[in-house]
T-cell receptor, first 112, second 116 residues
Framework: NAGVTQTPKFQVLKTGQSMTLQCAQD?????MSWYRQDPGMGLRLIHY???????DQGEVPNGYNVSRSTTEDFPLRLLSAAPSQTSVYFC???????????FGSGTRLTVV | GNSVTQMEGPVTLSEEAFLTINCTYT??????LFWYVQYPGEGLQLLLK?????DKGSNKGFEATYRKETTSFHLEKGSVQVSDSAVYFC???????????????FGQGTILTVHP
């Protein structure tokens, strides 16, 4: 049982490049979310999913795409990286909402 | 929409001091409330939770009580240790229907530093 696994841990991109941040969980959790963490702003929800095939936008979805083809995986795609997307990204999952979310260890992304 | 407000930080205490970090919220319905802790360089860990009014969540000496009348969920610890130095986040999880369902909303976080 590995919990929530995020890859890569660190990434540097050039402006305009695209990439996918991977998130996988082996706990059969239906709920999954992506957050970004910026200094002084807490965590802000980017996209989330309540099950395979179902996704919804969060607070800051622009510039990001997601898909949920399986229960286990919830990748986050940056379409054309911008310096404003420099941040730490966290993926989280939950079996039932009463238990809250389990977080991955994060991906630190720098866009230059 | 839903929102969470935490006390301004950073908070600096001496070891064995009493800790309070204030948290208030705005939400429709009856959300679940959480405190998460983030140690340097790590992800967030669930510290404690409460799912209904007057519930008290507790873990590792930390406590918080869900107060619906004051829409608050203040975190307390009677005697902090150096190892408690971390960032603490208050969060709410909406159980009401609509666009907020299942979404976790965070406060801005409070940095706690405990000195020996």
């Amino acid at each position: 049982n590995a919990g929530v696994t995020q890859t890569p841990k660190f990434q540097v991109l050039k402006t305009g490049q695209s990439m996918t941040l991977q998130c996988a969980q082996d706990m059969n959790h239906e709920y999954m979310s992506w957050y970004r963490q910026d200094p002084g702003m807490g965590l802000r929800l980017i996209h989330y999913s309540v099950g395979a095939g179902i996704t919804d936008q969060g607070e800051v979805p622009n510039g990001y795409n997601v898909s949920r083809s399986t229960t286990e995986d919830f990748p986050l795609r940056l379409l054309s990286a911008a310096p404003s997307q420099t941040s730490v990204y966290f993926c989280a999952s939950s079996l039932t909402l009463a238990y809250g979310y389990t977080f991955g260890s994060g991906t630190r992304l720098t866009v230059v | 929409g839903n929102s969470v407000t935490q006390m301004e930080g950073p908070v600096t205490l001496s070891e064995e001091a009493f800790l309070t970090i204030n948290c208030t919220y705005t939400a429709t319905g009856y959300p679940s409330l959480f405190w998460y802790v983030q140690y340097p360089g790590e992800g967030l860990q669930l510290l404690l939770k409460a799912t209904k009014a007057d519930d008290k969540g507790s873990n590792k000496g930390f406590e918080a009580t869900y107060r619906k009348e004051t829409t608050s969920f203040h975190l307390e610890k009677g005697s902090v240790q150096v190892s408690d130095s971390a960032v603490y986040f208050c969060a709410l999880l909406s159980n009401a229907g609509g666009t907020s369902y299942g979404k976790l909303t965070f406060g801005q976080g409070t940095i706690l530093t405990v000195h020996p």
